[in-house]
């Protein structure tokens, strides 16, 4: 009836000799942003060639260092890159260092580990051994991990931004011959750099809820909780500040933003713009294949436009969480083959996009490394580096933020399908929804347990969390 009754006012827009002014067309245009040379920015090709340009910018810092990431392990490759920042304060008694890192994720075991007090341990030990000038702080976004972490990326050294979705531990860096791959990029950017420095030390220095970790009496949660509460309220309002600015021949418009929260959500918000103004293609690279229902939808809306999209996801074997068989099964390992069913729906609801080549879907496995790649390209112009893995927790939950590149020269075209061809030579394209493992065929616990859920509709809870 609804459709019956606007009928009349869609058909008299398409009759319109002038095309409509789409809502997403504003809300980009209106989008504050950095102008950056496009020779100030360089796609670094893999985890290895991360690890060593942070080290290189660490050894090199004069002023300030500023690290945002989920963790830091307590591992060969956390110590690496702590003993660097203690040596690098050494060299530079002025240096400035920082270290942002999820309060709750700090300050416990691996999952499915032995109880322990995390990495938070090998802070203090660091500190009482080398002493002060390496300030490392926990950031509880919510009172519990389960409802939301710190998941804000960012290094920023002197005045360039290492941007990538990577934590530090031993697989993120490539130690042991083992990797779990991401996206890396470099900035040289002042304004930008101090930017996103400006914000660390806004939101989360001056804020009571968060707290030194490398420290001797460090405050339970449950006493921090009315500072956490006012924590998020302030993180719901905040976002970075991005000056007025005029974009060159050979520029690039850089825009950092925020996401927190179910509403008023800008990171959000712009993401489902860019999305809804694609116009011929679109590259959407996520690490679990779980999207939020919005997302869902404008990727309907684009096939039914005619618009070729591409999602490239990781192998279940290519998952973090990931068991193989001959493995002790635990309840965490049920993650990869959740997400594997969703992405066999998805491609089942759309399987004649596939055949005719308008839907492909691709999946990423090398050995027995892992995919953590998220991100958009859109059409030859637009491009996003984020940390958000777009799904329902990143969407509602966790603390989120991402770089928006508006590229209208196509000055770094080049550079994306480069990192694009790169990435195709790890994956292979599903012909079909067959191609991926029946449910009937897995392991006798995840069958056991997926019965459980769907049963109990429980798996729609685990995959919002989770």
């Not at 449950?222 to 309002?237: E, G, H, N, S």
């Not at 905040?238 to 050979?250: Q, T």
């Not at 609801?349 to 859109?378: A, C, E, P």
Request: charged share 25%; aromatic share 8%.
């Amino acid at each position: 009836m609804n459709k019956l009754i606007s009928a009349p006012g869609r058909l008299a827009r398409r009759m319109l000799p002038f095309p409509r002014r789409r809502k997403s067309d504003a809300v980009l245009e209106a989008l504050p942003f950095f102008a950056v040379p496009a020779g100030a920015i360089e796609a670094l090709p893999d985890p290895t060639a991360f690890r060593q340009a942070l080290l290189r910018h660490i050894a090199q810092a004069s002023r300030r260092i500023v690290i945002v990431t989920l963790y830091l392990q307590d591992d060969e490759a956390g110590r690496e890159v702590l003993d660097a920042l203690y040596a690098a304060k050494a060299r530079q008694p002025a240096l400035r260092i920082s270290v942002f890192v999820d309060w709750h994720r700090a300050q416990r075991g691996l999952i499915g580990k032995q109880k322990s007090e995390g990495n938070a341990g090998m802070y203090r030990e660091y500190a009482e051994r080398l002493g002060a000038g390496v300030d490392i702080y926990g950031v509880p976004v919510q009172n519990r991990e389960l409802f939301g972490v710190l998941h804000l990326k960012g290094f920023v050294i002197d005045d360039a931004v290492l941007y990538s979705g990577a934590s530090l531990n031993d697989v993120y860096l490539a130690r042991h011959g083992r990797y779990r791959l991401d996206r890396y990029h470099l900035l040289q950017h002042r304004a930008l750099a101090d930017a996103m420095a400006a914000f660390v030390q806004r939101h989360f220095v001056d804020s009571d809820a968060v707290r030194r970790l490398n420290v001797v009496g460090v405050p339970s949660t449950k006493m921090l909780q009315p500072a956490i509460r006012d924590l998020r309220q302030d993180l719901q309002r905040a976002a970075y500040e991005v000056p007025p600015a005029s974009l060159g021949d050979r520029d690039v418009a850089v825009t950092p933003l925020l996401g927190f929260g179910r509403g008023d959500n800008t990171l959000n918000e712009v993401l489902l713009a860019l999305l809804r103004g694609t116009r011929q293609r679109l590259i959407l690279l996520t690490p679990y294949f779980n999207l939020p229902r919005p997302v869902r939808l404008v990727l309907g809306q684009l096939l039914r436009r005619g618009c070729v999209i591409d999602i490239m996801v990781g192998d279940k074997t290519a998952n973090d969480f990931y068991i193989p068989p001959g493995q002790p099964f635990k309840t965490i390992g049920l993650l990869p083959y959740l997400y594997e069913n969703n992405l066999r729906r998805f491609a089942r609801t759309h399987r004649r996009q596939i055949d005719s080549g308008q839907l492909n879907l691709h999946l990423w496995r090398d050995g027995d490394n892992s995919y953590h790649l998220k991100g958009l390209f859109i059409d030859d112009d637009v491009a996003v580096l984020t940390g958000n893995n777009l799904n329902p927790r990143a969407w509602a939950l966790d603390l989120e933020n991402g770089l928006v590149l508006r590229d209208p020269a196509h000055l770094l075209h080049a550079m994306h399908q480069a990192e694009w061809e790169a990435l195709k030579r790890h994956a292979v394209r599903l012909n079909d929804y067959h191609a991926l493992e029946s449910p009937r065929h897995y392991p006798a616990d995840v069958r056991k347990l997926l019965r459980r859920l769907n049963r109990t509709r429980l798996d729609r809870l685990v995959n919002r969390l989770l």
